[in-house]
Nanobody
Framework: QVQLVESGGGLVQPGGSLRLSCAAS????????MGWYYQTPGKERELVAI???????NYADSVKGRFTISRDNAKNTVYLQMNSLKLEDTAVYYC?????????????WGQGTQVTVSS
């Protein structure tokens, strides 16, 4: 069984920064892609940023130039550095991973971490 464990959410003022972390753990898996999605009440989950093996990161237009995604492959961990946060960045942020596990590709989600941008 593979788990994604997130950390780093919280309350921040507009213009502030937060760093989210997500570590994948479990038995016998390999990672193809890791990323972050966000969701607000009444809306579908949307992509924030994602990076695949050997590929360049992809970002939502709304976060380009402000957010940076990175991976530490040795730790099976993905990070999201969020700078210049805006009120509209308030959401639950979910870690996502596409993994090879038990002989097939599988999609995994973290439990979600709340990010609140408020003055």
């Amino acid at each position: 069984q593979v788990q994604l464990v997130e950390s780093g959410g919280g309350l921040v003022q507009p213009g502030g920064s937060l760093r989210l972390s997500c570590a994948a753990s479990g038995n016998s898996f390999s990672i193809n892609a890791m990323g972050w999605y966000y969701q607000t009440p009444g809306k579908e989950r949307e992509l924030v940023a994602i990076v695949s093996n050997g590929g360049s990161p992809n970002y939502a237009d709304s976060v380009k130039g402000r957010f940076t995604i990175s991976r530490d492959n040795a730790k099976n961990t993905v990070y999201l550095q969020m700078n210049s946060l805006k009120l509209e960045d308030t959401a639950v942020y979910y870690c996502y991973a596409r993994l090879w596990s038990s002989s097939r590709w599988r999609d995994y989600w973290g439990q979600g971490t709340q990010v609140t941008v408020s003055s």
